[in-house]
């Protein structure tokens, strides 16, 4: 099926354990995002990638890395999980100059 | 100061009643405005976009944007119940800049 697919849709990790979250499409769409989001913060851009090997900060890339060795491929890495990164995360890509597509979230929740 | 205010509600109206939401804004370089609705534990999806001002109207949907008081709404006429979600607008200055959302309101239409 097309569309923006993220794994996995719920996680529940450790604090200081690397996480690492998912993200597919299949429209080779040339700009992804990833998004978190929390209550009375709405969406913040974490990281985004105007293509293959290349990616730019958001508003809040402490504490992520990402990397973009495929167009259909924009994998986000927590390298050592803190609690307030308890949130849901949002990949998104975009192929025009309206709108993301999203995927569905993932539910991460560190302990 | 936030890029986008919202008020997060909660909003609660009759089936059948119109339903005004709205943001605003403080750049004024925006001129790409989106709104996107987002039903519990899904990924938000595209509603309504428009381009600098003027209003815009898709079936029970009408988006408006006044860039002279950098505010802009969606309007819901015959609301259903079906219509019950989170709303969250969206803005940006160019095709190639990340996307500003607000936080986001709730929207319940009580049958």
């Known amino acids: 099926d097309a569309g923006i697919t993220q794994s996995p849709r719920y996680k529940i990790t450790e604090t200081g354990r690397q996480v690492t979250l998912m993200c597919h499409q299949t429209?080779?769409?040339?700009?992804m995002f990833w998004y978190r989001q929390d209550l009375g913060h709405g969406l913040r851009l974490i990281y985004y990638?105007?293509?293959?090997?290349?990616?730019d900060k958001g508003e809040v890339p402490d504490g992520y890395v990402v990397s973009r060795s495929k167009t259909e491929n924009f994998p986000l890495t927590l390298e050592s999980a803190t609690r307030s990164q308890t949130s849901v995360y949002f990949c998104?890509?975009?192929?025009?100059?309206?709108?993301?597509?999203f995927g569905s979230g993932t539910r991460l929740t560190v302990v | 100061q936030k890029e986008v205010e919202q008020d997060p509600g909660p909003l609660s109206v009759p089936e059948g009643a119109i339903v005004s939401l709205n943001c605003t804004y403080s750049?004024?370089?925006?001129?790409?405005f989106m709104w996107y609705r987002q039903y519990s534990r899904k990924g938000p999806e595209l509603l309504m976009y428009?381009?600098?001002?003027g209003n815009k109207e898709d079936g029970r949907f009408t988006a408006q944007v006044d860039k002279s008081s950098k505010y802009i709404s969606l309007f819901i006429r015959d609301s259903q119940p079906s219509d019950s979600a989170t709303y969250l607008c969206?803005?940006?200055?160019?095709?190639?800049?990340?996307?500003?959302f607000g936080t986001g309101t709730s929207l319940t239409v009580i049958p």
């Open positions: 998104a890509s975009r192929q025009d100059a309206y709108g993301y597509t």
């Open positions: 429209w080779s769409h040339s700009y």
């Open positions: 990638s105007a293509a293959a090997d290349i990616t």
């Open positions: 750049n004024s370089a925006f001129q790409y």
């Open positions: 428009t381009y600098s001002s």
């Open positions: 969206a803005m940006s200055a160019n095709t190639g800049n990340q996307f500003y």
